[in-house]
């Protein structure tokens, strides 16, 4: 039975007000204010598409293909008065529009589909599919070379996109969300057939700018710790759970180390760079997770340095900066600890 469209606001809603949805989103403060314009206009569209419907239900037949042409027209019109509509944002208001109708189409009846609250949820969800492809392509355009994912971490977030929190990659490169693939959140083009990846995401990106060189390969990790190693221990956990990682040189203990790993590295007129040593120091935890951890990183920041005249990952990262080095390598240790078991809480 059709409702009365007064009965439209009466219902449980799924969104929420556009100023405390964007805000709690890792965003600057003009990102939130374009995402709640967006949004404002987005709504109105999405609410005279579903009076429509429901004018049409109450009257028949409904033309959902009138419908569904009249959003997509709406719907590239309001994506030009944010930025210029390209193949990626056209195929986007296409299949948006087709998605919505269909659903409307599939749940008539259903009180939800013909709310006011899809409506906001629905201009929410657009606000941050369009401009998180704007802002991407205008970091491009800017020169940044790395992108970070950060979640809102809380109870909500998607346990693919938890795993991506502080992520750090290069800013061409594809995150993997799931068994999906994005380069920024919401990215449709490769995620399209993974919805359960896409919507109500609240994820965002930080692009990282272009910085001074880093010279993280040469400065202390962290301060020392308390707690004495032994070369055999070093020597142990490289034949057994490191056994996979070639070291260039053989690390060794030095107990006047101010710091719990150093490695050092001599660069050629021509690029070529050689490792020197790798000294390891005192531990701040007496436990071997520790140090299987400060071994690792040692380990990475040599590949840096080893590879950043030839690689183009490892030049990348190199120079982006102290940031992204540390978020990288911390990020490729928190996974190698996950997929051998081991307690990543004891480094």
């Given at each position: 039975?059709?409702?009365?469209?007064?009965?439209?606001?009466?219902?449980?809603?799924?969104?929420?007000?556009?100023?405390?949805?964007?805000?709690?989103?890792?965003?600057?403060?003009?990102?939130?204010?374009?995402?709640?314009?967006?949004?404002?206009?987005?709504?109105?569209?999405?609410?005279?598409?579903?009076?429509?419907?429901?004018?049409?239900?109450?009257?028949?037949?409904?033309?959902?293909?009138?419908?569904?042409?009249?959003?997509?027209?709406?719907?590239?019109?309001?994506?030009?008065?944010?930025?210029?509509?390209?193949d990626y944002l056209?195929?986007?208001?296409?299949?948006?529009?087709?998605?919505?109708?269909?659903?409307?189409?599939?749940?008539?009846?259903?009180?939800?589909?013909?709310?006011?609250?899809?409506?906001?949820?629905?201009?929410?969800n657009s606000a941050?599919?369009?401009?998180?492809?704007?802002?991407?392509?205008?970091?491009?355009?800017?020169?940044?070379?790395?992108?970070?994912?950060?979640?809102?971490?809380?109870?909500?977030?998607?346990?693919?996109?938890?795993?991506?929190?502080?992520?750090?990659?290069?800013?061409?490169?594809?995150?993997?969300?799931?068994?999906?693939?994005?380069?920024?959140?919401?990215?449709?083009?490769?995620?399209?057939?993974?919805?359960?990846?896409?919507?109500?995401?609240?994820?965002?990106?930080?692009?990282?700018?272009?910085?001074?060189?880093?010279?993280?390969?040469?400065?202390?990790?962290?301060?020392?710790?308390?707690?004495?190693?032994?070369?055999?221990?070093?020597?142990?956990?490289?034949?057994?759970?490191?056994?996979?990682?070639?070291?260039?040189?053989?690390?060794?203990?030095?107990?006047?180390?101010?710091?719990?790993?150093?490695?050092?590295?001599?660069?050629?007129?021509?690029?070529?760079?050689?490792?020197?040593?790798?000294?390891?120091?005192?531990?701040?935890?007496?436990?071997?997770?520790?140090?299987?951890?400060?071994?690792?990183?040692?380990?990475?920041?040599?590949?840096?340095?080893?590879?950043?005249n030839s690689d183009?990952?490892?030049?990348?990262?190199?120079?982006?900066?102290?940031?992204?080095?540390?978020?990288?390598?911390?990020?490729?240790?928190?996974?190698?600890?996950?997929?051998?078991?081991?307690?990543?809480?004891?480094?």
């Open positions: 039975m059709p409702r009365n469209i007064d009965e439209l606001s009466n219902l449980k809603t799924k969104s929420e007000p556009p100023e405390q949805y964007f805000k709690k989103m890792d965003l600057d403060e003009e990102q939130v204010e374009r995402r709640i314009e967006y949004t404002e206009k987005a709504n109105e569209l999405f609410d005279v598409i579903l009076i429509l419907l429901l004018t049409m239900q109450e009257n028949g037949p409904v033309d959902y293909g009138y419908a569904r042409g009249l959003l997509e027209n709406w719907l590239l019109s309001l994506i030009a008065e944010f930025t210029t509509p390209d056209i195929d986007y208001a296409t299949d948006t529009a087709y998605n919505f109708i269909d659903a409307s189409e599939r749940h008539e009846g259903d009180p939800w589909y013909t709310s006011a609250d899809r409506s906001l949820y629905n201009a929410e941050n599919d369009v401009l998180n492809y704007d802002e991407y392509q205008r970091a491009i355009e800017a020169g940044k070379t790395h992108k970070k994912w950060i979640t809102e971490n809380d109870k909500k977030v998607r346990d693919s996109h938890r795993e991506l929190h502080n992520k750090v990659i290069p800013i061409k490169e594809y995150f993997r969300v799931g068994i999906a693939r994005m380069r920024f959140p919401k990215d449709y083009e490769y995620a399209s057939m993974f919805p359960e990846e896409l919507v109500n995401c609240r994820c965002s990106i930080k692009y990282l700018p272009e910085t001074v060189k880093s010279d993280t390969i040469n400065k202390e990790k962290m301060k020392s710790g308390e707690y004495p190693v032994t070369n055999e221990q070093i020597e142990d956990i490289l034949n057994n759970e490191l056994a996979e990682f070639q070291m260039p040189v053989i690390p060794v203990y030095n107990p006047r180390l101010k710091s719990q790993g150093l490695t050092r590295g001599k660069e050629q007129p021509w690029g070529t760079v050689t490792i020197t040593s790798i000294q390891i120091g005192k531990q701040v935890k007496n436990t071997r997770e520790c140090l299987i951890d400060t071994l690792l990183h040692e380990y990475l920041e040599a590949q840096i340095m080893l590879n950043k183009p990952f490892y030049a990348d990262l190199y120079k982006s900066g102290d940031a992204a080095i540390h978020s990288y390598i911390d990020d490729f240790i928190e996974s190698f600890f996950k997929a051998k078991g081991l307690d990543y809480g004891l480094v």
